[in-house]
């Protein structure tokens, strides 16, 4: 079956840096668009990053020159990494693997920055 699982969250100073990890197994991966997304405590998800089948990337406005997604297909996986954290980026971070209009989900992985 379709599993996508996150990793690499954690408890990080302001400033720091984690990437974060997408793998995806039960999916024909390079063909769909890898999405993350994240939600805050008490907030709607938010659109943070994609990457589609040929490797064009969108990134919000908010993590615009600090987040990065990539994907290595051979590994099925996709990344982000974040830079410059800041304490609104605390949030449950989730990926997401689109094509047409079939959606699959991860459990998320919590990101806390915090001094």
């Known amino acids: 079956q379709v599993q996508l699982v996150e990793s690499g969250g954690g408890l990080v100073q302001p400033g720091g840096s984690l990437r974060l990890s997408c793998a995806a197994t039960g999916i024909a991966f390079s063909i769909y668009r890898m999405d993350w997304f994240r939600q805050a405590p008490g907030e709607e998800r938010e659109f943070v990053a994609s990457?589609?089948?040929?490797?064009?990337?969108n990134v919000a406005d908010s993590v615009k020159g600090r987040f990065t997604i990539s994907r290595d297909n051979a590994k099925k996986t996709a990344y982000l990494q974040m830079n410059n954290l800041k304490p609104e980026d605390t949030a449950v971070y989730y990926c997401?693997?689109?094509?047409?209009?079939?959606?699959?989900w991860g459990q998320g992985t919590q990101v806390t920055v915090s001094s």
């Open positions: 990457i589609d089948s040929i490797g064009n990337t």
């Open positions: 997401k693997a689109r094509y047409r209009l079939k959606d699959y």
